[in-house]
């Protein structure tokens, strides 16, 4: 059986952002097995507290496995894959506003800058990642405030993540719904 994990992001929670309950609800209905965790200290998210949580709470991860990440929930869930024991294998990850850099204008004070200093600074090993998935879909917008756009290169020569730019949709914090994101799962 399908099962998708929804991880947010910063300063986020399981119903932070309006396209994870229209997510939820259309996953629901096809009866793809849905969790939108609850990641710790959102508000000062750190590496190890988040990909601990991650291998604590993900238990049966499978090729009927996605990982649906928004913004630093991608980096969160590229970590995790990262570590994760090697004849373990997941049908796809979806990064909605996923990021390597943010953008200058992002941080609003020199806290801001310290909380993501280390999941800018920290290498992740994509080779390993790639290993345990089969497909990525990495969404951009052309308008996003945090999220540098030539991010979505990385994500297409490193993962060889299937890119989709949107227009118009910010941070996908106010977005109603991702069409995207429930293709790929589907197909």
Same mark, same amino acid.
């Given at each position: 059986?399908?099962?998708?994990? =929804?991880?947010?992001?910063? &300063? ?7 396209? !994870? ?5 259309? #996953? /629901? @209905? ?49 970590r995790? =894959?990262?570590?994760?024991? &090697? ?7 979806? !990064? ?5 850099? #943010? /953008? @200058?204008?992002?941080?609003e ?79």
């Amino acid at each position: 059986m399908k099962k998708v994990y =929804l991880v947010h992001g910063w &300063e986020g929670s399981p119903t932070s952002e309006r396209w !994870f309950n229209w997510l939820k609800e259309e #996953l /629901k @209905e096809k009866n793809i097995k849905f969790d939108a965790l609850e990641m710790p200290n959102a508000d000062y998210p750190r590496i190890s507290e988040w990909v601990s949580y991650l291998n604590n709470t993900v238990k049966e991860i499978d090729e009927e496995t996605y990982f649906v990440g928004h913004s630093m929930g991608c980096q969160a869930i590229l970590r995790f =894959l990262e570590k994760t024991p &090697e004849n373990i294998k997941i049908r796809g990850c979806i !990064f909605v506003a996923g990021f390597f850099n #943010l /953008k @200058e204008e992002s941080y609003e004070c020199e806290e801001d800058r310290e909380i993501a200093k280390p999941w800018i600074e920290t290498p992740i090993n994509l080779e390993k990642v790639k290993e345990h998935t089969i497909n990525f879909l990495a969404i951009f917008s052309d308008d996003d405030p945090d999220v540098p756009l030539s991010d979505s290169k990385i994500f297409k020569e490193k993962l060889h993540a299937e890119i989709i730019i949107k227009n118009n949709e910010g941070h996908f914090n106010k977005t109603a719904e991702i069409k995207e994101i429930l293709d790929f799962i589907l197909k």
